[in-house]
């Protein structure tokens, strides 16, 4: 089955800075990709998704490219506040199924 | 106001007494799915459903049972609930157009089981 790793589990940067996060999959059919913020307490939301039809989708400060040869894709955040502090987590889907990696702490320090 | 929501969303039991948690979405979603969070381990999906009557196992379906009779429901029952179900538990809806998108989540219920 389905297996995504996410690296790195906790990351600290500097306000302003850019902040990147890796995740790797296993299963090449699938084909979407989401990703979600999570703060202390509350429930993850979406931040931004790509579909294995296209490379890379930005949305303002937020960032996703997809590489499907090497089945990896990443999360840019530039320009990083405090606000952006939280866990994220990527997924992969085939179908209805969803597999999570196992989230990234990221840290903001103003 | 488009919502999950989930009942109850604290609960203390004690092994093997039966228990459900309820799912209920008003956006007329065609897809839910029940996840559980535990730390380190980050969100693992348990059951989904495409649509009514239709169900099927994710990640981690050992010791749980779904069922999805109306559109807006899809309850999550725990028949002889165990310490190691003991989690945060997450349901979410998405509006299906073909493949998976936006998943929208349930304000979670914490479940201990003693």
């Known amino acids: 089955g389905e297996n995504v790793e996410q690296h790195p589990s906790t990351l600290s940067v500097q306000e302003g800075d850019s902040a990147v996060i890796k995740c790797t999959y296993s299963d090449s059919a699938s084909n979407y990709f989401p990703w979600y913020k999570q703060e202390l307490g509350k429930r993850p939301q979406l931040i931004i998704d790509?579909?294995?039809?296209?490379g890379e989708k930005k949305d303002q400060r937020i960032a996703v490219t997809l590489n499907k040869t090497a089945k990896h894709f990443s999360l840019h955040i530039t320009e990083t506040q405090p606000e952006d502090s939280a866990v994220y987590f990527c997924?992969?889907?085939?179908?209805?199924?969803?597999?999570f990696g196992q989230g990234t702490e990221l840290s903001v320090k103003p | 106001e488009a919502q999950v929501t989930q009942n109850p969303r604290y609960l203390i039991t004690v092994t093997g007494k039966k228990l459900t948690v309820t799912c209920s979405q008003n956006m007329n979603h065609e897809y839910m799915s029940w996840y559980r969070q535990d730390p380190g381990l980050g969100l693992r999906q348990i059951y989904y459903s495409m649509n009514v009557e239709v169900t099927d196992k994710g990640d981690v379906p050992e010791g749980y049972k779904v069922s999805r009779k109306e559109k807006r429901n899809f309850p999550l029952i725990l028949e002889s609930p165990s310490p190691n179900q003991t989690s945060l538990y997450f349901c979410?809806?998405?509006?299906?157009?073909?493949?998976?998108?936006?998943?929208?989540f349930g304000p979670g219920t914490r479940l201990t089981v003693l």
């Open positions: 997924a992969a889907s085939n179908g209805g199924k969803l597999i």
């Open positions: 790509i579909r294995s039809n296209v």
């Open positions: 979410a809806s998405s509006d299906l157009a073909g493949d998976l998108a936006t998943q929208y």
